[in-house]
């Protein structure tokens, strides 16, 4: 596979002298579903938005599709979307519709081109019958949804999900992790952020393991889990479940 991210010694200082991501580096292939797993200040979320260009590094390099990511940007505000752990942050149209225009719109597609991608997203990601629903009477799922069909809708290759299970009923959570399969089922790289193994493991890939700002482990689930230390506050789920393949709340 293409390598479609790679990340070579990454640090992040902050000014009062914390380093929040210590020398960080990894590659990341096209169509790829990865998981990174690490407990609350691990610096998951941080590693993100310096990758998803929203964010500067104290030292280190990003690459995206073999350029330096300062020379690639405009490509991959095209291509890359986050969702972020609080859905409500990301939207900004009165109708569900007018979320999922507002990324078409800013790119300068037609009208027409537009309702063509509002139509393809709200049917990727279940939501046609809320088309014209006011977007904060959404469920908590139907918002990471609505997230997503906004990525889609430009025309997106990558989504990335920043705790995307946080706060959800398990409505919400069946909801994030049909989008996920869809994702996947159809090619998409997705990058998935959490603590949650038990609920996606079995769509993941790759599985790295981030604690204190460092990356501990990377590999197969299996192979990671195998020899997984305690203290990166990580759990294992197959302590509840058979096997790797089993660990998603779907069923």
Not at 151 to 176: H, K, R, S, Y
Request: aromatic fraction near 6%; charged fraction near 25%.
């Amino acid at each position: 596979m293409k390598v479609l991210f790679s990340i070579r010694n990454l640090v992040k200082v902050f000014p009062n002298g914390n380093q929040a991501i210590a020398g960080v580096s990894l590659e990341i292939a096209e169509g790829e579903c990865l998981l990174i797993a690490g407990s609350n200040g691990s610096g998951k979320t941080l590693l993100m938005r310096m990758i998803a260009a929203l964010m500067d590094p104290t030292a280190g390099e990003i690459s995206f599709r073999g350029m330096p990511l300062y020379q690639a940007v405009d490509t991959l505000r095209r291509s890359v979307g986050l969702v972020f752990q609080d859905a409500d942050a990301q939207i900004v149209g009165e109708t569900v519709a007018e979320d999922i225009a507002f990324g078409p719109k800013n790119l300068g597609f037609s009208k027409d081109a537009i309702q063509e991608r509002i139509q393809r997203a709200l049917a990727a990601t279940g939501l046609s019958e809320k088309r014209d629903s006011p977007p904060r009477r959404l469920s908590g799922g139907e918002k990471r949804r609505l997230a997503v069909a906004g990525i889609l809708a430009m025309g997106g290759e990558t989504v990335i999900m920043d705790e995307p299970f946080a706060n959800l009923d398990w409505p919400g959570v069946i909801q994030v992790l049909e989008i996920i399969r869809h994702l996947k089922t159809a090619g998409k790289t997705v990058i998935i952020l959490t603590h949650e193994l038990e609920k996606v493991l079995a769509f993941a890939d790759r599985l790295v393991i981030l604690d204190r700002g460092r990356i501990r482990d990377a590999g197969s689930p299996e192979a990671v889990l195998d020899r997984l230390d305690p203290a990166y506050g990580v759990r294992d789920p197959r302590k509840h479940y058979a096997v790797v393949a089993d660990c998603t709340w779907l069923t």
